[in-house]
């Protein structure tokens, strides 16, 4: 079974670019969660969908940030346009009930780096 | 709300030693306890869970947690470390109501001396 997927593992982009990461998470999966991982402020939750509907956005740090998903097995995270703060590692999760609560799996993560 | 403190920030061991890594969590009711592993370049893989039953969980790669609730913790455990144990180590919490959320400690940093 596959887990989590995202694409790109890593990307490099100048300050300004719109940059967009993608995720499929675990087929049956209907909680879909995104993070941010930097040094400084650790892993943060940015948003999560459950069922396709955002549920919580309030960890979007601007509205540079927006985030999509048009079916249960594809989403989205956009900047636009990125800025060298915005570079970290972003992680997409999955998660469905039944497991215990919060419960959640993660992909391999893409490395983002603003020049 | 609820809260997850991991007051080691680093540790190191040698390799074959045992290990303790400490949580404390904070919430009024029965909490769901997480411990996720994270090594360089990967993302988090669950090591074990807890949510009810039996306090003394048993995870991956020989790991165990134990729950006391008198202490808010849950600890987590392995008897004997190896030099591929050596990773980031993040304790969580997850509650009802709290929509599948998580919410992280800071991490705890494992060196493996060999």
């Known amino acids: 079974d596959a887990g989590v997927i995202q694409s790109p593992r890593h990307e490099v982009t100048e300050m300004g670019q719109e940059v967009t990461l993608r995720c499929k998470p675990i087929?049956?999966?209907?909680?879909l969660f995104w993070y941010r991982q930097t040094m400084m402020r650790g892993l943060e939750l940015l948003i999560y969908?459950?069922?396709?509907?955002?549920?919580?956005d309030s960890g979007m740090p601007e509205d540079r940030f927006s985030a999509k998903m048009p079916n249960a097995s594809f989403s989205t995270l956009k900047i636009q346009p990125s800025e060298p703060r915005d570079s970290a590692v972003y992680f997409c999760?999955?998660?469905?009930?039944?497991?215990?609560?919060?419960?959640?799996?993660f992909g391999p993560g893409t490395r983002l780096t603003v020049t | 709300a609820q809260s997850v403190t991991q007051p080691d920030i680093h540790i190191t061991v040698s390799e074959g030693a045992s290990l303790e890594l400490r949580c404390n969590y904070s919430?009024?009711?029965?909490?769901?306890l997480f411990w996720y592993v994270q090594s360089p370049g990967q993302g988090l893989q669950l090591l074990l869970k807890y949510f009810s039953g039996d306090t003394l969980v048993q995870g991956i790669k020989g790991f165990e947690a134990e729950f006391k609730r008198s202490q808010s913790s849950f600890n987590l455990r392995k008897p004997s470390v190896h030099w591929s144990d050596a990773a980031e180590y993040f304790c969580a919490v997850g509650v009802t109501g709290g929509g599948n959320k998580l919410t992280f400690g800071t991490g705890t940093q494992l060196k493996v001396e060999l």
């Open positions: 969908f459950n069922n396709n509907v955002p549920i919580d």
């Open positions: 999760a999955s998660g469905r009930p039944g497991l215990a609560v919060g419960e959640q799996y």
């Open positions: 919430y009024g009711a029965t909490p769901y």
């Open positions: 087929s049956g999966h209907d909680y």
